[in-house]
């Protein structure tokens, strides 16, 4: 089987531009498609679940456009669908399923609803009793009670209140919710049962009004949407990230030192799993919390006197738990993984609805979480996760995803008990969060930042250490230098910032080995020109340039580990570097081993004019507003003057392998 070997990870920390929510974008796309008007939805999530909904949608006849990167223009059919017969396939995406078919069964037309065999096997009977009280025609085409379903038109009447169980899925309330507008006339529900995971019904009441359509409730029991309200778009609408998703990354802080921030959520958020953060701090996690940010460390040790508070979460344990998660049911997973770097039993109470989930996800976390060591109880509602009693994890084991992608996300953060682990069908995390793993390795791969001025030696000494550890390597200057070319070809001054930093966000670079292409050409050697050196060092001086290349360079960030050479690796690409090195050696050796460099590639040199230019390069790269070249406090100096190449290779590794050990 397919499967994603994750090495043992020893610190987690960065930061995670966050997707979109899932639960906000298919609510946002089937508003927009019911709505009066065009809307842009933007920021909206990229993944399987969205793509579902975007397909329906389409075939339902609702004009959709791109309006740029995750942004769509939608154009409202200002009322039900105007396509009034479709097949339409849902997959597995529960988002696109309940909700549809409630609006369908509204539209008068002739419409079947299938998707995966796990769909089939998820309840719909709460959602189709609740429209069948008004007269909508649902009907069942295998199972009672399951999809797939048929929609009829029908006669309906909203005279009476809707009666809805709430206890097995919030979802079923929300589709109603969603729907009812579309009839124009006064419709209530009233909920027959306790409402589970409430959050998500905040959400789908905050969208609605943002659409312009009020929803009267009287405590979680009775909801009234008056007649005469319609849904009108509110013109563009940012879908902010996902709260559910921020879980892994910000247990990654919790468990293994941090910080780690995610952007796309904070203090703002009308999403539930924001709460994630209140749990996660109940357990000892240090939080902090912007308007649109949250971050995670680990808990201050008790017993562990610190040099700074920064260091001082190192080593130490979470909290035991014994929570209610009944309002972050999808977040909740992730604590039940956190569970394992806990100081003793942790239970996790009132989470019934994990049973009718992507899988019966309290089967499935209680068996793969037995894999790593873990000793688990399970109940009907809930389920008793204590740390092996070892307190070490099982390395190398197996964990099974049952076409569930939060099983997937989640199970990573056992790397970080420092075992490896094997994510097997790692590609389900498509549902919600196709490039998962490359954001968790972007907070968990060691990074070797070696910084220093130019033919200091930082890139041979770069890459052989990277060789040697089995590391990537990353040459951050040949981006500034492509950039100059780029820059060049298109007849653009490098004094033009906003030209030349419109030309770095869209720099077409691909290194293949040796070789260096820009936009498919090879251009190797061409950047190297002693031209290029100095433009590469004018671009860089430039701050929009600099913003626009960052993000590329940390995406290189990849297990095992990353070596990366330039400038400002330890002090702006990579602040939270395992080991930052500042390389250098006096300008005269510099200009004598670059004069070497180009006669040994028959290039005529003169050790006068060599000497002059990195000295210009030294004084720009060292005097710019932006990441000036300088030793940080926090890096070791080499100076490799009097220094062999192996020599300097030689002192890296053995920080390196301090670096790591002493995290062992
Ligand atoms: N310790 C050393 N002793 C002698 N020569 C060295 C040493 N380190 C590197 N060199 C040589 O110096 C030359 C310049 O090294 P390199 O290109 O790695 O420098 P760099 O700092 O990456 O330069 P740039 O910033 O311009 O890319 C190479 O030919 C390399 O073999
Ligand atoms: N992190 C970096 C890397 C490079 N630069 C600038 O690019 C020029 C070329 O870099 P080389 O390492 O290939 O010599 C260099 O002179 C710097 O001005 C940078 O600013 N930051």
């Keep these: 089987m397919n499967h994603l070997d994750i090495p043992v990870l020893h610190r987690a920390a960065g930061t995670v531009r966050l997707p979109g929510s899932k639960s906000i974008s298919n609510r946002v796309l089937l508003l927009a498609a019911l709505a009066q008007g065009e809307t842009v939805v933007a920021d909206l999530l990229d993944s399987d679940d969205t793509r579902v909904m975007l397909a329906a949608l389409r075939q339902l006849g609702i004009g959709i456009e791109?309006?740029?990167?995750?942004?769509?223009?939608?154009?409202?059919?200002?009322?039900?669908?105007?396509?009034?017969?479709?097949?339409?396939?849902?997959?597995?995406?529960?988002?696109a399923f309940r909700p549809l078919t409630a609006a369908l069964a509204l539209s008068a037309g002739h419409y079947q609803l299938s998707g995966v065999a796990r769909m089939h096997e998820r309840p719909?009977?709460?959602?189709?009793d609740g429209l069948t009280q008004i007269g909508a025609e649902v009907r069942y085409l295998g199972n009672a009670g399951f999809p797939p379903l048929q929609v009829l038109p029908a006669q309906i009447n909203l005279s009476a209140p809707i009666q809805v169980r709430g206890d097995v899925s919030s979802q079923f309330l929300t589709a109603l919710l969603m729907a009812l507008p579309l009839m124009g006339q006064t419709a209530v529900i009233e909920m027959t049962t306790e409402l589970i995971s409430k959050p998500y019904i905040e959400i789908t009441l905050n969208l609605m009004a943002r659409f312009g359509v009020k929803v009267e409730r009287e405590g979680w029991s009775r909801f009234t949407i008056a007649a005469g309200q319609r849904y009108v778009s509110p013109g563009t609408i940012h879908v902010e990230g996902d709260a559910s998703s921020a879980s892994y990354f910000l247990a990654a802080g919790a468990i293994a030192g941090g910080p780690v921030r995610v952007e796309g959520v904070g203090r703002n958020s009308i999403q539930g799993d924001v709460a994630f953060a209140d749990a996660l701090a109940?357990?000892?996690?240090?939080?902090?919390?912007?308007?649109?940010?949250?971050?995670a460390r680990g808990p201050l040790s008790a017993l562990i006197p610190s040099p700074s508070p920064a260091d001082a979460g190192e080593g130490s344990k979470l909290r035991a738990f014994d929570l209610d998660l009944n309002h972050i049911p999808d977040a909740a997973m992730t604590l039940a993984v956190a569970a394992l770097f806990a100081d003793g039993p942790c239970t996790l109470r009132n989470i019934a609805s994990w049973r009718v989930k992507e899988t019966d996800r309290i089967v499935a976390m209680a068996t793969e979480l037995r894999k790593v060591g873990a000793i688990v109880e399970e109940g009907d509602d809930w389920l008793k996760v204590s740390p092996p009693y070892t307190s070490h994890l099982t390395p190398h084991a197996s964990i099974a995803t049952y076409d569930d992608h939060r099983m997937a996300m989640c199970f990573s953060l056992v790397a970080l008990g420092g075992v490896p682990v094997r994510i097997l069908d790692p590609n389900c995390v498509?549902?919600?969060?196709?490039?998962?793993?490359?954001?968790?390795?972007?907070?968990?791969?060691?990074?070797?930042?070696?910084?220093?001025?130019?033919?200091?030696?930082?890139?041979?000494?770069?890459?052989?250490?990277?060789?040697?550890?089995?590391y990537g390597y990353l040459d951050s200057g040949s981006l500034y230098r492509l950039v100059a070319l780029a820059g060049q070809q298109a007849g653009v001054g490098y004094d033009d910032e906003a030209g030349i930093a419109a030309i770095a966000a869209a720099l077409s670079a691909e290194f293949r080995g040796d070789q260096v292409l820009l936009s498919g050409n090879d251009v190797t050697e061409a950047i190297r020109s002693e031209e290029m050196s100095a433009a590469?060092?004018?671009?860089?001086?430039?701050?929009?340039?600099?913003?626009?290349?960052?993000?590329?360079?940390?995406?290189?960030?990849?297990?095992?580990?990353?070596?990366?050479?330039?400038?400002?690796?330890g002090s702006v690409v990579f602040p939270q570097a395992e080991v930052k090195i500042f390389l250098t050696a006096s300008v005269e050796a510099r200009a004598e081993r670059r004069y070497k460099q180009l006669i040994a590639k028959g290039v005529a040199a003169n050790i006068r004019p060599l000497l002059q230019d990195l000295r210009e390069r030294d004084e720009r790269d060292a005097s710019r507003s932006v990441a000036p070249l300088r030793k940080g406090e926090d890096a070791h100096l080499l100076?490799?003057?009097?220094?062999?190449?192996?020599?300097?290779?030689?002192?890296?590794?053995?920080?390196?392998?301090?670096?790591?050990?002493?995290?062992?």
């Design 430 to 470: 498509a549902k919600t969060f196709p490039d998962y793993f490359d954001r968790f390795a972007e907070i968990t791969a060691p990074v070797i930042a070696i910084d220093g001025p130019s033919a200091s030696g930082k890139g041979t000494v770069a890459q052989r250490v990277a060789n040697a550890l089995g």
């Design 124 to 128: 719909i009977r709460d959602l189709v």
């Design 536 to 569: 590469s060092s004018k671009v860089a001086a430039l701050p929009a340039v600099r913003a626009a290349l960052i993000e590329r360079q940390r995406a290189y960030r990849r297990w095992p580990g990353l070596v990366a050479d330039g400038r400002d690796m």
């Design 66 to 95: 791109s309006a740029g990167a995750d942004s769509y223009r939608v154009k409202g059919a200002a009322g039900p669908f105007p396509i009034k017969q479709a097949e339409l396939f849902l997959g597995n995406a529960g988002t």
């Design 639 to 664: 100076d490799t003057t009097e220094l062999s190449i192996e020599q300097a290779v030689d002192a890296v590794l053995g920080w390196a392998r301090d670096a790591v050990d002493g995290k062992r």
């Design 282 to 295: 109940s357990l000892g996690a240090r939080i902090g919390m912007g308007d649109n940010w949250i971050e």
